[in-house]
């Protein structure tokens, strides 16, 4: 690759330090719930004021606090300042998912080299996938380390403080960086819509202007590196619609008197899984098509009734549609499938009975069920609010809330025909893409150069995609379109009990990128970090970005 770029690196970062801090972060334990991710931001907070940047000024690191949850968690911010009060975030989470799947080797789960030696020790007696073949063949060498949270995510969060340290050096540094950790996104994104509406505050407390935000959250490639070594310029989004379908139960002897929601349930499942409707393309990038997440009936013991009740909830990615469009979508969706199971079964009737004779199904939503329910029953709104609280403060997942809230709803409506009622029942991911205004320009043009400046650097290639195709703290730091918000609410029926969203401005509005390491397997035992890329290349990126911020003007 040609360019015309000075390729002498703008921040001198040091991949010994990417790699400290890296190892270090993994070895603290911080899983996702656990009093361990309450006390990591003040272990965090220890080792970064020993730290060269902050030895000297330890108020720049402090601890923003999170709400909701077990434990009493927090955020981490640290900030090394420059002239002027232009600022860029570097920002991702410390919490991880749990070790227990790694069996015997769960000691020696957040200890890289230790567990790398395990891992090959396993996997030499006992390669039998091909994730297993490839994952002997990469930490068989020196390229590929093993660990819990290592790739996802603390590596990218080692590479930005690495471009801390190496920004702190610098005798005349333009600009500021904000250093931003947050718990929680492995479950609800509690910390980043925590830190999203404290962030004004914090700008305007140290007289900051944030002008653009890198996350760096990992990537999975099982190829060459090429897709991981990437910086995308937005991220996908993801909403988790869901139904909860009603019967008509009867005595299974008396099966054509009753309409089995167990039935009409299945129906439903594969009319929408992978449903073209709700799959979408961005140029090259095609989003995850929508898959069934959890499908559960309302029986608790054998007997010979039907179910009257089916709860479902779909996994739903985004790039461009709204949270209304999906909705649409999934009605029209539901209706094609009981259309499609009311006809079979009518014709399964007339054959042994010589009638079609079929209760109608209607399809609503939760928002209109409520509102029909309100308007019959003054006290409805009331009690169907004190209920969602009390379900809240028993710490059911979300979409458990969500169920048992919408089941109360539909016996507070006094109904008792077949229905499916339809809704979200989790925390909206909204897309980001960077906007049309100055400093989102700014970080395209800045990300744009660096990508070519290292590519040329390093001998290598860094991919520019539209999206990152992971769910990120990007939905709530980055340029969300806010407006979805209100429908996505009224159709959540944990919100605002179990669900808890800020007042006001719920998304930082940021312009942001994501540059983070990569590697395979997160999430499972076999995760890996690229270590040549996370600890060298991907510093100096971040890097390169930044200054390539700095150097631009509005």
């Known amino acids: 690759m040609q360019t015309t770029h000075n390729l002498e690196p703008a921040l001198q970062t040091r991949p010994d330090r990417a790699e400290y801090w890296a190892l270090r972060m993994t070895e603290l334990p911080s899983v996702s719930g656990s009093a361990e991710e309450a006390a990591f931001p003040q272990k965090l907070t220890e080792l970064l004021r020993k730290a060269p940047p902050f030895r000297d000024h330890p108020e720049n690191v402090w601890t923003i606090p999170v709400p909701g949850g077990k434990h009493q968690r927090g955020c981490v911010a640290a900030l090394v300042r420059g002239r002027g009060r232009r600022t860029v975030v570097l920002t991702g989470h410390f919490d991880t998912v749990p070790i227990e799947d790694y069996g015997d080797l769960k000691p020696l789960a957040r200890q890289a080299e230790d567990l790398r030696q395990g891992l090959l020790s396993r996997l030499r007696q006992n390669a039998v996938t091909r994730a297993e073949k490839l994952a002997l063949l990469d930490l068989s060498t020196s390229d590929y380390l093993p660990g819990r949270g290592l790739l996802d995510m603390k590596a990218g969060l080692a590479a930005g403080l690495a471009v801390l340290e190496a920004f702190a050096e610098l005798p005349e540094r333009e600009g500021n960086l904000l250093f931003l950790t947050v718990p929680d996104e492995e479950v609800n994104s509690a910390g980043a819509r925590a830190a999203a509406p404290a962030l004004p505050e914090i700008c305007a407390k140290h007289g900051l202007d944030i002008v653009a935000a890198i996350n760096l959250d990992a990537i999975h490639d099982e190829g060459d590196g090429s897709t991981g070594r990437a910086v995308a310029l937005g991220t996908i989004g993801k909403l988790l619609p869901s139904a909860m379908v009603v019967g008509l139960p009867t005595h299974a002897g008396y099966a054509f008197n009753g309409l089995n929601a167990c039935v009409l349930a299945g129906a439903l499942a594969a009319e929408v899984e992978w449903a073209e409707a709700l799959t979408e393309r961005a140029g090259e990038q095609t989003g995850a098509g929508p898959t069934l997440l959890g ?29 209304a469009a999906i909705l649409e979508a999934l009605q029209g969706l539901a209706e094609s499938a009981v259309a499609k199971v009311q006809a079979a079964l009518a014709r399964r009737r007339i054959a042994a009975l010589g009638t079609a004779a079929l209760p109608e199904v209607t399809v609503t939503t939760f928002e209109a069920l409520r509102r029909e329910v309100c308007a019959a029953r003054p006290d409805a709104a009331a009690a169907l609010d004190r209920y969602a609280k009390e379900i809240a403060a028993q710490n059911l997942d979300l979409p458990e809330q969500c169920r048992l809230i919408t089941s109360e709803l539909w016996k507070l409506s006094g109904r008792g025909d077949p229905a499916i009622i339809l809704g979200f029942a989790s925390t909206p991911y909204l897309a980001t893409q960077l906007g049309a205004d100055a400093d989102a320009r700014n970080l395209a043009r800045a990300t744009e150069t660096a990508a070519e400046i290292i590519a040329a650097r390093h001998n290598t290639t860094i991919a520019l995609p539209a999206y990152f195709l992971g769910i990120s703290d990007m939905s709530f730091l980055g340029q969300a379109d806010e407006s979805e918000i209100p429908l996505v609410a009224a159709n959540t029926p944990a919100w605002g009990a179990g669900l808890h969203w800020p007042q006001g401005n719920a998304f930082a509005g940021i312009p942001i990128v994501n540059a983070g390491p990569w590697g395979r397997d997160y999430h499972t035992v076999l995760e ?18 930044v200054s390539g911020v700095f150097r631009s003007k509005r």
């Not at 499908?295 to 949270?323: C, E, G, I, Q």
């Not at 600890?535 to 990126?541: E, G, W, Y």
């Open 528 to 545: 890996r970090l690229h270590t040549p890329y996370a600890f060298k290349v991907l510093p100096d990126l971040i890097g390169e970005i």
């Open 295 to 323: 499908m559960k009936d309302s029986k608790t013991a054998y007997d010979v009734t039907m179910p009257d009740k089916v709860w479902m909830f779909w996994n739903v990615m985004l790039y461009r549609h709204t949270a």
